[in-house]
């Protein structure tokens, strides 16, 4: 599948794009994994890359936090892919994306996320490593983990 990569600031998303996203987002963090309050504050202050297939139809999404608001580096977040694309290797090329996004916005930085612990395997395949013992969030186990530069 072909996406076109869409990588924009808050203010930039527009109502449509927005719309898409807390309603991809509502899908699978909310109706699949349990309720939780989805915007925690931290969407405005983040970028949003967004992967739109050929007919504009968001299939993968994920938001970057600027460094300094929830983490001392840029936090790479809410990584989701459409439940429609999930074992296509699409979450490999979403969070690969997001990656090089982060090193070309802030060269020399590291990136911290806190990932679902049962996605560990997942992301060390992008680099990152676990800091710490799981804790809980939004009543799923996750841990912390860090990608140097």
């Known amino acids: 599948?072909?996406?076109?990569?869409?990588?924009?600031?808050?203010?930039?998303?527009g109502v449509e794009h927005l719309y898409d996203v807390l309603a991809l987002r509502?899908?699978?963090?909310?109706?699949?994994?349990?309720p939780y309050?989805?915007?925690d504050g931290f969407d405005r202050q983040s970028w949003h890359l967004l992967?739109?297939?050929?007919?504009g139809v968001l299939q993968a999404y994920l938001r970057v936090v600027d460094p300094?608001?929830?983490y001392d580096e840029p936090s790479i977040g809410r990584v989701i892919t459409s439940p429609e694309t999930r074992g296509t290797g699409l979450g490999e090329r979403l969070v690969a994306e997001g990656v090089a996004r982060c090193v070309a916005a802030w060269?020399?930085?590291g990136i911290r996320i806190s990932a679902q612990a049962h996605l560990e395997r997942f992301y060390a395949r992008h680099?990152?490593?676990?800091?710490?013992?799981?804790y809980g969030e939004d009543n799923i186990p996750h841990c912390q983990m860090w990608?140097?530069?």
Not at 51 to 55: H, S
Request: net charge positive.
């Open 68 to 70: 300094g608001l929830k």
């Open 37 to 39: 309050l989805d915007p």
């Open 1 to 13: 599948m072909t996406l076109n990569w869409q990588w924009l600031r808050f203010a930039e998303l």
């Open 51 to 55: 992967g739109l297939d050929a007919a």
């Open 127 to 134: 680099g990152f490593v676990r800091v710490g013992e799981n």
């Open 147 to 149: 990608r140097a530069p």
């Open 107 to 109: 060269p020399g930085r």
């Open 26 to 34: 509502c899908r699978v963090f909310i109706l699949e994994q349990g």
